[in-house]
């Protein structure tokens, strides 16, 4: 069951009254610091924006693992299910995410090799449920490395 805001419009939810509890109580843990990015990865991020996509995703897993493990430690029902309730939410903008990781085209042969040792290492819940999802990945892995050997060729011959 979706619920949205009054006026429709918006896709936000409603927190109810325990959801707002339980965020309340356990707030440190849902709104989890962010982990520092290093001057490199900025740096990264400015010639290839998929190491922006990365961290994005990298971030987003992170919020959604410390709403499993409060849901997980919850033994009242009301305050289950409220937690529950942002997991699952905090659930579907994972999957949402994931399908913009596995979509998005690196710029760089840096970010091919990131994009590929990152998806290489998360863990099946992280990536999306289509069972098909890996072949537009590699397509994309492979238009990209097409598109920068082109840029390079390219480069090259008008020097």
Same mark, same amino acid.
């Given at each position: 069951?979706?619920? %949205? ?30 982990? %520092? ?82 998806? +290489? ?18 397509? +994309? ?19």
């Amino acid at each position: 069951m979706s619920r %949205k805001t009054a006026d429709q419009s918006h896709s936000t939810p409603i927190i109810t009254a325990a959801e707002l509890l339980v965020l309340a109580r356990y707030s440190s843990e849902f709104n989890m610091p962010s982990h %520092k990015i290093s001057t490199q990865s900025i740096a990264a991020a400015d010639r290839d924006p998929i190491f922006v996509v990365i961290e994005r995703h990298r971030e987003l897993s992170a919020y959604y693992d410390a709403a499993l493990s409060v849901s997980a430690r919850l033994e009242d029902e009301a305050e289950f299910n409220a937690a529950d309730e942002i997991s699952v939410q905090r659930n579907q903008v994972l999957a949402e995410h994931a399908n913009v990781l596995i979509r998005s085209t690196p710029t760089t042969i840096g970010g091919v090799i990131a994009l590929a040792r990152y998806v +290489g290492s998360v863990r099946d819940w992280e990536l999306p449920d289509d069972d098909a999802w890996y072949r537009v990945f590699l397509e +994309g892995l492979a238009d990209a490395i097409d598109g920068i050997t082109m840029a390079q060729w390219l480069g090259r011959d008008g020097d």
